[in-house]
């Protein structure tokens, strides 16, 4: 397999847009037809999204009223989705070719997000080929069986979330998706995931917890997951250490960034 530096994929620089321009060094702007989620897994336990939706709602954005509750000193999920029509439509009105990460404040794969909805969200994608769309998600058997009765779409790529070894099996449901591009996110990334078998994956990215109360990520487990990259050829994308502040960390890996994308023919 063959890897392409970020800049190559790209086609061109953001524009302003009816989308939210994204810090996530790996994506250009996200995209929430859906809000809300629900805690599955230690992952999830300082999901940033959590805080996101409590400071929206402070700030008086109706979409993610009621999506979070105290619990002691933090804002945790209560379950609730809000489903965005208007959010929707939104990348039919952009024109200039961006990655989009698709439901950064949510799951589009939860149980509560009917299927019919699912299938409006892939009419959206098909309609705009000239995005490439990056869904995640930690509910990777639903993924898996709902992705067999849609469409394989080129600009569409399925992805899970693994932050342990207690997890890969989630690659096991990714490898049953109906996808062309399938990747995985070792993000946060909490332990050692052991020989992880990388096959039918094309995109690994690798990334330490952030923001308060981070727990600690080791070079160690960084090594041996670029270490089954390069046996699987997986690309390898090294995000960030983490810690309480990011920046401080910073994402040198190794003495340099690691920016690698799957190849895909233009």
Not at 124 to 150: C, D, F, G, N, W
Not at 182 to 203: C, M, Q, T, Y
Request: with cysteine; net charge positive; glycine share 8%.
């Amino acid at each position: 397999m063959f890897f392409v530096h970020m800049g190559c994929i790209f086609l061109a620089r953001l524009q302003r847009g009816c989308m939210s321009k994204s810090d996530i060094e790996w994506t250009d702007a996200t995209w929430n037809p859906v809000a809300g989620c629900s805690i599955i897994s230690p992952g999830c336990s300082n999901c940033y999204a959590m805080r996101m939706a409590a400071r929206l709602e402070a700030m008086g954005m109706e979409k993610y009223a009621g999506l979070t509750r105290k619990s002691g000193k933090r804002r945790v999920w209560t379950g609730t989705l809000a489903f965005d029509e208007k959010a929707l439509k939104a990348p039919l009105t952009w024109r200039t070719p961006r990655m989009v990460f698709v439901n950064s404040m949510s799951d589009l794969f939860q149980d509560d997000v009917p299927e019919e909805f699912i299938g409006k969200v892939w009419d959206v994608m098909k309609a705009t080929p000239q995005h490439t769309y990056q869904i995640l998600t930690k509910r990777s058997q639903r993924m898996a069986e709902v992705s067999q009765q849609l469409e394989k779409l080129p600009n569409v790529w399925l992805g899970v979330s693994v932050e342990s070894e207690d997890f890969v099996g989630r690659l096991d449901d990714l490898r049953n998706t109906n996808a062309l591009i399938r990747f995985v996110s070792f993000e946060p990334l909490l332990d050692a995931v052991g020989p992880v078998n990388l096959s039918k994956i094309d995109w690994a990215i690798i990334g330490g917890e952030s923001g308060p109360k981070a727990r600690p990520i080791e070079e160690a487990w960084v090594e041996e997951i670029q270490q089954r990259c390069r046996l699987f050829g997986t690309a390898f994308f090294f995000k960030q250490w983490g810690g309480t502040n990011k920046k401080k960390t910073g994402r040198l890996f190794k003495g340099r960034t690691w920016d690698e994308y799957p190849a895909v023919m233009a």
